[in-house]
């Protein structure tokens, strides 16, 4: 009689040991891999702590993986914007997506809320207070939008009397704008003097 085989057991990833990143080349292969398999943006710094390297040679890493996509002309791209790094749909192809998956459209921002953004993108740290008097309107609609959507956000209160709440922009907002850093921002315009709607004008 035949001794009985022993069912072949498949190998736990979770328990495998993690494959070396001996080199830049290691590392590019792994950060593509956490980006594709995210799908969302990827804080780096966190990112960097579970591969066990520093949070510099990961953000290097995947400034080299983008340069691959970018001079390949893949269908997809690499985003580093602030601390965290996207893999998403190159632009010029957004018309090709949209026809063939047709995603649900997303509401777009009207120009007040639009115009919020502006003043706290450049005048950031800045207080709820220090906006409406930018704009000579109450802003707390348009705050509470831009807060709701994630591209701003509450950054802790001033020590000065009452202690208001400042605000500033995140990384959601540079990859919504195509934005690596702060500093890529364009000059500001003038106010085109748009009519402000009742709900918003300042009481007197």
């Not at 010029?92 to 949209?98: F, K």
């Not at 120009?111 to 220090?130: K, N, S, W």
């Not at 890529?184 to 748009?194: I, R, V």
Request: charged share 25%; glycine share 6%.
């Amino acid at each position: 009689m035949k001794p009985a085989r022993r069912a072949t057991q498949r190998p736990d990833p979770l328990t495998m040991p993690a494959e070396p990143l001996d080199s830049p080349a290691d590392l590019i292969r792994a950060a593509e891999a956490v980006l594709f398999a995210s799908g969302e943006p990827v804080r780096i710094p966190d990112a960097a702590r579970a591969l066990g390297v520093r949070s510099a040679a990961l953000k290097t890493a995947m400034s080299a993986l983008a340069r691959e996509y970018d001079e390949g002309r893949r269908g997809i791209c690499v985003r580093v914007f602030g601390d965290s790094a996207q893999m998403c749909t190159r632009p010029d192809l957004a018309q090709t997506v949209r026809r063939t998956l047709q995603p649900i459209a997303r509401q777009s921002l009207s120009h007040h809320v639009l115009e919020t953004l502006a003043v706290v993108a450049y005048h950031q740290p800045v207080t709820r207070g220090e906006i409406d008097q930018m704009r000579g309107v109450k802003s707390d609609a348009s705050v509470h939008t831009l807060l709701s959507r994630g591209l701003i956000r509450e950054l802790g209160r001033r020590g000065t009397l009452g202690r208001p709440m400042e605000f500033g922009t995140t990384d959601l907002f540079l990859r919504h704008f195509g934005l690596s850093q702060l500093d890529e921002l364009p000059a500001p315009k003038q106010p085109d003097g748009a009519a402000i709607p009742e709900e918003e004008r300042m009481s007197v």
